[in-house]
């Protein structure tokens, strides 16, 4: 179950969110002055009511007739200037804000260490990457917009109301400790459905890669409607939630405004009788009960931002959470251009971060430069966390590795990683050319140093057959090839690095 976050917890993650949105704060205030100039505009059509009213009907003005459409017209120009400046400048921001966070968080992933990947879903993180992002961009920009545009017009038209009686307007805000009271529970309901929502949204993101990635798998082994039961337990899952969420936002508003309805039915019914003597204007008791019926509308959306802002502080602990996790470190202070090749393990063993059994017990083992070395096993032995302790993909719970007669903890990473040319067993090519799939990760290399690699490689043999030879997009995951000619493609992609140590 997912925990609610405190008070204070909601508001740390609520100010690292607008620092996303600080670097363009002179945009959003452009947007600002537009909520201001069409929150300005709720109170001027209840005022608009009431001039009209009185020069019109209760004390007749000639000029009423042109100074009428004209103020109507003004007051409509000014109302759609502001929502035009309203929308579009914080959008943008709210669009920063998307980039920025996706940014920063693909940079996070791409320096994570292998340890971390093992116990979190990529599909949760690519969720996180692309459902989450914008969920916290409505956090960040609109739901702002939308608390500080109808915040205004709120003050403005209870500035009007004031103005117009205040004994009527303090009669209604006699609820408004017990709309502050509904409010208060409504949100705490809203942030943990919206964290719920985040969860369930991950796993119907895993459900649905494991069933793209396995569909040789599903189709061999004829389990299309197993694996669709599994995606309906997610999908329904996340049905539920969202309806849980929808329920919230449907009965939020009614509630708040029946306690608002009452508040307006003791004003009527305290109006009406000072209009029936004469105590009170007719065109001032109509632009009174215009500018508060005019309250609903703007209390009504301060009461539905509610769901957006915290799905996207819900969103938001997640995303700061991988921001927080440490990064793999840069490694010692040992620097090398190239080393000779020679890799010794002494008395390594090796746990996962899980707490499991050891993979590996005391291995000791001594390759030198130009060897070959075969390493057999049945599979899950941990030959592949062997030859993975070498580039410090992980680190050994006990023991040492050297290279060249160096601990691996004393090179800098990048340097170490340098020395080493990986092929593993599941070759990942991506949606990019054959040519820029062997050149992936490798700088200044020439024509001729491309060529002989591919060639070597027996990469050319099946180049030369393809629409665009070299230049041919793979198409996604490199489907365009077989699995023997990715693994070719793998070879030449390590022989082009011409590093001393090949995996």
């Not at 608390?147 to 408004?176: C, E, H, N, P, Y």
Request: proline share 3%.
């Amino acid at each position: 179950m997912t925990r609610t976050a405190s008070a204070a917890e909601v508001r740390a993650v609520y100010r690292r969110l607008l620092a996303y949105a600080r670097p363009w704060r002179g945009t959003f205030l452009i947007g600002v002055a537009g909520m201001a100039l069409y929150a300005s505009t709720e109170a001027g059509i209840a005022w608009f009511v009431d001039q009209f009213l009185k020069y019109a009907f209760v004390d007749p003005d000639p000029r009423a007739v042109w100074a009428v459409p004209l103020g109507a017209l003004l007051l409509f120009l000014v109302r759609g200037t502001g929502d035009f400046l309203a929308t579009a400048f914080p959008g943008r921001v709210g669009r920063r804000v998307v980039k920025a966070i996706r940014a920063d968080l693909f940079a996070q992933y791409l320096h994570l260490p292998a340890a971390w990947y093992d116990r979190e879903s990529s599909a949760r993180m690519l969720s996180r990457l692309v459902y989450d992002a914008e969920q916290v961009a409505e956090a960040a920009t609109n739901s702002v917009c939308v608390l500080i545009r109808d915040s205004l017009a709120l003050v403005g038209l209870l500035t009007l109301m004031f103005w117009k009686s205040w004994q009527f307007t303090l009669l209604a805000l006699v609820a408004a400790p017990v709309i502050g009271w509904v409010l208060s529970g409504i949100n705490r309901r809203f942030r943990r459905h919206s964290a719920g929502i985040q969860q369930s949204m991950g796993d119907v993101t895993r459900v649905t890669k494991e069933a793209l990635d396995g569909h040789v798998l599903i189709k061999t082994h004829t389990a299309e409607g197993w694996q669709q039961q599994r995606f309906e337990a997610v999908n329904e899952h996340n049905r539920r939630s969202q309806q849980r969420l929808i329920n919230v936002r449907a009965a939020s508003g009614p509630v708040v405004q029946m306690v608002a309805g009452c508040a307006l039915a003791a004003v009527l019914a305290v109006a009406i009788s000072q209009v029936l003597q004469s105590q009170v204007s007719v065109n001032d008791f109509i632009g009174y009960i215009t500018a508060m019926l005019l309250v609903m509308a703007p209390l009504r959306r301060l009461v539905n931002v509610g769901g957006p802002l915290q799905q996207g502080i819900a969103a938001g602990q997640g995303i700061f959470a991988v921001l927080d996790e440490a990064r793999e470190p840069a490694g010692g202070t040992h620097h090398v251009s190239r080393v000779r090749g020679e890799v010794q393990m002494r008395d390594v063993s090796f746990t996962y971060s899980n707490g499991g059994s050891p993979v590996l017990r005391e291995v000791n083992l001594s390759v030198q430069p130009g060897q070959q070395l075969a390493i057999v096993g049945r599979s899950g032995a941990g030959k592949s966390t062997l030859v993975g302790l070498v580039p410090r993909l992980y680190t050994a719970s006990s023991g040492q590795v050297f290279v060249d007669g160096v601990d691996v903890t004393e090179y800098s990473l990048a340097d170490l990683r340098r020395q080493v040319a990986y092929v593993g067993q599941d070759v990942l090519l991506f949606d990019d050319t054959l040519r820029n799939n062997i050149l992936f990760g490798s700088a200044n290399i020439s024509e001729a140093e491309f060529m002989r690699a591919a060639e070597a490689a027996h990469v050319s043999e099946f180049a030369a057959g393809l629409p665009q030879g070299f230049d041919t997009p793979l198409g996604d995951r490199g489907n365009l090839l077989s699995g023997g000619q990715r693994q070719r493609v793998a070879i030449a992609r390590a022989l082009l690095r011409d590093a001393p140590i090949l995996i």
